[in-house]
């Protein structure tokens, strides 16, 4: 019954943190109230919740920083090596909007 219980509160606690309006501090008083034997568990779940947001964190800004080089060569091989979009996108795996962007802010930039 307690290790049901368990699965049913970790994911209850992720769902509450996420649409909650209260600090994560209150959502977790919260529930230790309604489950003061679990208060452990509730603990150590937030810890682990935290941990993941951590995670997807860092992977958002290696996605980020991946994204700002791709857009960074693009530039320059439009730019510098006079590459037509197609070969750029193929190298890039940036699509043609992105490369269009990317053109439009320079003639934008030559032209300010």
Do not use: W
Request: charged share 25%; aromatic share 4%.
């Amino acid at each position: 019954m307690l290790c049901l219980l368990k699965n049913i509160l970790v994911p209850s606690i992720e769902y509450a943190l996420q649409v909650g309006e209260s600090s994560p501090e209150e959502i977790l008083e919260a529930f230790a109230v309604v489950y003061p034997h679990l208060t452990d568990t509730i603990y150590d779940s937030s810890k682990t919740i935290r941990k993941r947001g951590e995670v997807k964190g860092i992977q958002q800004g290696m996605q980020q920083g991946i994204q700002t080089k791709a857009r960074e060569a693009a530039r320059n091989m439009l730019l510098k090596l006079h590459l037509d979009i197609d070969t750029v996108q193929k190298a890039t795996e940036l699509t043609k909007e992105e490369l269009q962007e990317i053109l439009k802010e320079v003639n934008n930039t030559s032209n300010g």
